[in-house]
């Protein structure tokens, strides 16, 4: 199976804080990987490294590859344009921009590609389509559920048809059947797709329920 992430020797640190201590991982094409962890575990500041938000400090043998791309030694243009073709971001609070509709901001990343205007359109129609929000598109976030604005958060992610998802506690500001049918999107868009997701998360359920558990305790990888 192929690998898509392969980590060594991460490490971060704030002041005096050790954040990250020695963390080493693969993640296969198509698995579904929870981060689980107590609050200010490191969960967080691994994902954020693992997406290209953040850079982890120089150590001895460090080394991160993303589909056989090596990220530690790309220009800051050449990472932007890495993350937006192959990664997607999904946040507990959606970060969907208020003045545009939902399918505006599902186009955005497809914009930020240099995609065509009739294209993204057509791509960003399929994903509301998918997704049950047809009725949805021209709506904007405030006239939005609070499941339906993180559904347009992952169809936005989807835009670019990306190899990675990130998700930072997706479901953490849903009621719990809604966020039980955010997660089994995930797992049904795995099943078609063979997306990979990436996923920090309290939810005993999702964890449970994913491929694998990467658990932090105090910056290290335990288990």
């Given at each position: 199976m192929k690998k898509l992430i392969v980590a060594r020797n991460i490490?971060?640190?704030?002041?005096?804080?050790?954040?990250?201590?020695?963390?080493?991982?693969?993640?296969?094409?198509?698995?579904?990987?929870?981060?689980?962890?107590?609050?200010?575990?490191?969960?967080?500041?691994?994902?954020?490294?693992?997406?290209?938000?953040?850079?982890?400090?120089?150590?001895?043998?460090?080394?991160?590859e993303i589909n056989d791309t090596d990220i530690l030694n790309l220009t800051e243009n050449e990472l932007s344009?890495?993350?937006?073709?192959?990664?997607?971001?999904?946040?507990?609070?959606?970060?969907?921009?208020?003045?545009?509709?939902?399918l505006e901001n599902i186009m955005i990343p497809a914009f930020i590609k240099g995609t065509s205007i009739k294209d993204a359109e057509k791509r960003a129609t399929s994903l509301i389509d998918q997704f049950?929000?047809?009725g949805r598109s021209s709506h904007k976030p405030a006239e939005l559920s609070g499941?339906?604005?993180?559904?347009?958060?992952?169809?936005?992610?989807?835009?670019?048809?990306?190899?990675?998802?990130f998700a930072d506690e997706p479901s953490g500001n849903l009621d719990s059947e809604t966020a039980d049918q955010l997660h089994q999107l995930f797992f049904d868009l795995r099943h078609q797709y063979g997306h990979t997701f990436v996923i920090v998360t309290h939810n005993k359920e999702l964890a449970e329920k994913a491929d694998r558990k990467i658990e932090l305790i105090d910056g290290k990888i335990v288990r």
């Open positions: 490490h971060k640190q704030l002041g005096d804080v050790k954040i990250l201590k020695n963390i080493d991982l693969e993640i296969n094409a198509g698995e579904i990987i929870a981060i689980v962890g107590p609050s200010g575990a490191g969960k967080t500041s691994l994902l954020q490294i693992l997406g290209t938000l953040s850079s982890p400090d120089k150590a001895p043998d460090l080394s991160l344009d890495f993350r937006n073709q192959e990664l997607g971001f999904i946040f507990q609070f959606h970060e969907l921009l208020p003045e545009f509709n939902a049950g929000l047809s499941g339906e604005q993180q559904r347009v958060a992952v169809a936005r992610a989807l835009m670019n048809n990306p190899s990675i998802i």
